[in-house]
């Protein structure tokens, strides 16, 4: 039975027909389709386990390989690979958000197939309507050391990827990245062999068949999942091996760098279930941001009650490097400067300042910059009802840990960043549980730049409520790689894995032509109006304002708009969208509506109807393109009073590299 598989697989990818049908026909071929039937997975054994993804009957994975090495060479290959207890269930439940980045409740529906081996490994297929997973599970009494964990995912056809390549660093290897690249799209086979890159990738079929986005969830004491490219159709995942010797990099953001690693990838429990390899499908690009299948198959929290996190808003002076303006004080890291920031925050409706780095020296969390006087600035936030939040380096919180979180939250500080980690090998990711957990014990909230996305951590670990692992607005500061068509690719790519800390509001703006790293005053490509839209259609549950205050403190009632944007939300929408070219995301959030849009360079009108409302009125404050933002993108109007229902239709204009955001209240 087992040969003729073999010799019927071989023959269908010689003639590059992908026939799977064959498979189909054979007795030793599992299946198991989502709830509607529209997706199904296909398995078998053929001394590795095989597997095909299918949709409305049309193949999205050709037959793909899953598998994994032990380091006494126990494996899941061989003739003894045989299956002990094939089990289906079906599960339908409804997940209660602590921290909703997109929804409150999510529905959890899907069919479940398991396959338990002879040999003490398990392999779990889930299938939801929107998509489709696999995990490894192991059943050994004693640890286990992983040499290698086998993910070929092949595709058929000559199908296109948006694909982050990693940029080797001159003095580390290529697992060391802080995972902010660019998504050009390129056609999967003209990756040539060796090229990494990191998930989550979009790939999208050449004859219009659903996209896949290809991910990992649930990471956890295991490292994360880069993916190769192969010169053809085909992805490899690809882990860092175990860092043996670290060496500090040195220089003013020191951090660890890997010297010498193992020929292993993981040391671990013998019984424990490894990342799922994650599948999204969607038929249409609009059903790529607002898909959390991530979250879903993610594990629930383990830090108990979390009705104490509460995210939302703040502002970070980073970016703009403290460049006030008309204040009766030198500006800088001092402490005017921060009880300046302090009062900006008061006054718009912002939770929360950063006081990035700077504020302390970078490797003593405990030696105050000079020129700020602390007890000041939290005295004075206090009195404003404005909360500090603190930066600090991943390596030198790691070594001041427990004593650095209890001065914090003596400070009465509940969130925290901490940055410049850049890797993700196994070591790394227990780092980060580590983190979170001692966070979570203070009841104080986390944010990790320098960070790897966050697949499903967040759902785990609900205080640490936002994540890096962007390319976003700092990047203005020193390049030209910010593009609108890049912000447009991030809900489909990158936004796939969880909330990201983009760091929008940037108020200097410019067209195309006029588009260029300025000192001191850093420059955004595109609209105020396309900044602006990014509050609401970038997920991130603890958003930051990162423009200005001095510039925003001139232009009141936009400051208000966006001081006043929940970060959390009810319900998420998306209306209208087209990878790297434009998006309509609507949010709800108790009772109101918030709608914003983005495009690229090219200038839109788009008709947005409002079916999606309550019955009844909505009072609307309308943000938009000014009708010389083609030409002066700062130009924006903003206007209040007009009523809206469901049975309405906006009509917007979008400058090239435009926006706008519509604020829906609901009238009694």
């Not at 004080?329 to 925050?345: C, E, Q, V």
């Not at 005295?379 to 001065?407: E, F, K, N, P, Y």
């Not at 070219?581 to 690229?600: F, P, Q, S």
Request: aromatic content about 10%; overall charge neutral.
């Amino acid at each position: 039975m087992q040969t003729r598989t073999l010799l019927k697989y071989l023959v269908a990818c010689l003639c590059g027909l992908y026939n799977l049908q064959a498979h189909a026909a054979e007795t030793d071929t599992l299946r198991v389709d989502s709830p509607s039937g529209r997706i199904e997975v296909r398995l078998w054994l053929d001394s590795q386990v095989h597997y095909s993804i299918w949709y409305d009957r049309l193949p999205l994975m050709a037959p793909s390989v899953l598998g994994l090495e032990l380091t006494d060479g126990r494996s899941m290959s061989g003739r003894s690979l045989r299956i002990r207890s094939v089990r289906r269930t079906a599960a339908d439940d409804t997940i209660r958000v602590p921290v909703p980045e997109k929804r409150r409740l999510i529905r959890d529906r899907y069919h479940q197939l398991t396959l338990q081996f002879r040999d003490p490994f398990t392999v779990y297929f889930r299938v939801y309507d929107d998509g489709a997973a696999y995990r490894i599970g192991t059943r050994f009494r004693d640890s286990i050391t992983i040499r290698r964990e086998t993910a070929r995912f092949v595709f058929p056809g000559h199908p296109s990827v948006y694909f982050p390549a990693v940029q080797k660093r001159d003095h580390a290897d290529i697992f060391h990245t802080s995972y902010e690249e660019n998504y050009p799209l390129r056609r999967l086979d003209s990756l040539p062999p060796g090229t990494l890159g990191y998930s989550p990738v979009l790939v999208v079929p050449a004859d219009g068949r659903p996209r896949i986005g290809l991910t990992e969830s649930d990471l956890l004491d295991y490292p994360g999942m880069f993916l190769a490219g192969t010169g053809s159709g085909t992805l490899e995942g690809v882990c860092a091996p175990y860092p043996l010797e670290e060496q500090s990099s040195g220089g003013l953001y020191p951090q660890w760098l890997v010297s010498r690693r193992a020929s292993y990838i993981a040391r671990t429990a013998g019984t424990r279930n490894l990342p799922w390899r994650v599948f999204i499908v969607a038929p249409e690009d609009r059903d790529l941001p607002g898909n959390d299948l991530v979250y879903r198959l993610a594990t629930p929290s383990r830090i108990g009650d979390a009705s104490w996190v509460h995210p939302g808003n703040l502002t970070d002076e980073w970016i703009v490097d403290i460049n006030l303006f008309g204040v009766p004080f030198r500006a800088g890291l001092n402490t005017n400067s921060y009880l300046y920031y302090i009062d900006f925050a008061k006054r718009f409706g912002f939770d929360r300042i950063m006081m990035d780095a700077g504020w302390s020296d970078n490797t003593d969390l405990f030696r105050i910059t000079p020129s700020i006087n602390l007890d000041s600035i939290l005295d004075h936030a206090r009195r404003q009802g404005v909360r500090i939040s603190m930066w600090t380096l991943a390596q030198t919180l790691d070594r001041q840990l427990d004593s650095a979180l209890d001065r914090f939250q003596r400070w009465g500080v509940d969130f925290i960043m901490t940055d410049f980690i850049d890797r993700d090998d196994q070591k790394t990711v227990r780092f980060y549980q580590r983190i979170a957990e001692a966070c979570a014990r203070r009841r104080i909230m986390i944010m990790f730049h320098g960070a790897y996305p966050p697949k499903g951590f967040n759902r785990t670990y609900p205080n640490a409520v936002t994540r890096e692992g962007v390319l976003g607005s700092e990047y203005n500061i020193w390049s030209d790689r910010v593009t609108p068509a890049h912000d447009l690719t991030l809900p489909f790519t990158r936004m796939l894995a969880g909330s990201m800390d983009y760091e929008p509001g940037l108020l200097h703006n410019a067209t195309r032509s006029g588009t260029r790293p300025v000192a001191g005053e850093v420059t955004s490509p595109g609209t105020r109006c396309h900044q602006v839209a990014m509050f609401v259609v970038y997920d991130s549950p603890m958003q930051i304002f990162s423009g200005n205050p001095s510039e925003g403190q001139r232009e009141p009632d936009l400051m208000h708009l966006i001081g006043s944007l929940p970060t959390t939300w009810d319900d998420t929408r998306i209306l209208q969208a087209r990878v790297a070219e434009y998006i309509v995301t609507a949010r709800l959030k108790d009772g109101n509506w918030y709608v914003a849009g983005m495009n690229d360079w090219t200038p839109r009108d788009l008709e947005v109807p409002l079916d999606f409302l309550q019955e009844g009125t909505y009072a609307a404050t309308i943000c938009r393109d000014g009708i010389n933002a083609d030409r002066y993108a700062a130009d924006y109007s903003l206007t209040t009073g007009t009523v809206l229902r469901r049975q309405d239709t906006l009509t917007l204009h979008l400058a090239p590299g435009g926006g706008f955001l519509v604020k829906l209240e609901k009238r009694p």
